[in-house]
């Protein structure tokens, strides 16, 4: 199946300072989502991005999808920011199914 | 609020037993979707039901079932538990080709 692969797997940013992180993804796409898991455990849509760029406050992302990887961006990080983003992407070779598959995530600590 | 709703939100029960998870999706999304979130795997798709039919199958065990019932609202049964299903179960939804949404998930712990 597809593999997604996200970088960095851990990140400690002092507030407000600006942070890249990337995934790479192993196969054609149809669809590529970021999530944000808060501490809570729930999970936050982000972006739906499977090619282009979109802003979004302080967030925004970038999907290159001939190249396979996207890339989501934080500026003026928050101590709210904190907790894991996960990539997720729904192969284009999956027929008519969307399921997900998820990388392992970015754990980000924004100390204040 | 992402619209999908889920019940309970946690769950604590022992090895041997059944238990019945519960999801409604977003207003108008035919899609369902259910994910088991664990440490040792990480996030992963169980299964997917489209307007009350299976639609595709991930790593779901054989101790788990589902449904999809016809006012779309979909129900995720796992029976014989073991200590290793202990994790946050997902509910998403989607309308036809397009992002999907989470639930809150329901935390399940095996004792």
Partial sequence: GIQVEQSPPDLIL??????TLRCNFSDSVN????????????????????SGTKQNGRLSATTVAT???????????????????F?????ASGGSNYKLTFGKGTLLTVNP | ??????????????????????????SGDLSVYWYQQSLDQGLQFLIQY?????????????????QQFPDLHSELNLSSLE???SALYFC????RLAEQFFGPGTRLTVL
């Fill in chain 1, 14 to 19: 002092q507030e407000g300072a600006n942070s």
């Fill in chain 1, 31 to 50: 669809n590529l989502q970021w999530f944000h898991q808060n501490p809570w455990g729930q999970l936050i849509n982000l972006f739906y991005i499977p």
């Fill in chain 1, 67 to 85: 190249e396979r990887y996207s890339l989501l961006y934080i500026s003026s990080s928050q101590t709210t920011d904190s907790g894991v983003y």
């Fill in chain 1, 87 to 91: 990539c997720a992407v729904e192969p």
């Fill in chain 2, 1 to 26: 609020d992402s619209g999908v709703t889920q019940t309970p939100k946690h769950l604590i029960t022992a090895t041997g037993q059944r238990v019945t998870l519960r999801c409604s999706p977003r």
């Fill in chain 2, 50 to 66: 489209y307007n009350g039919e299976e639609r595709a199958k991930g790593n779901i065990l054989e101790r788990f079932s589902a």
């Fill in chain 2, 83 to 85: 200590l290793g299903d």
């Fill in chain 2, 92 to 95: 998403a939804s989607s309308a």
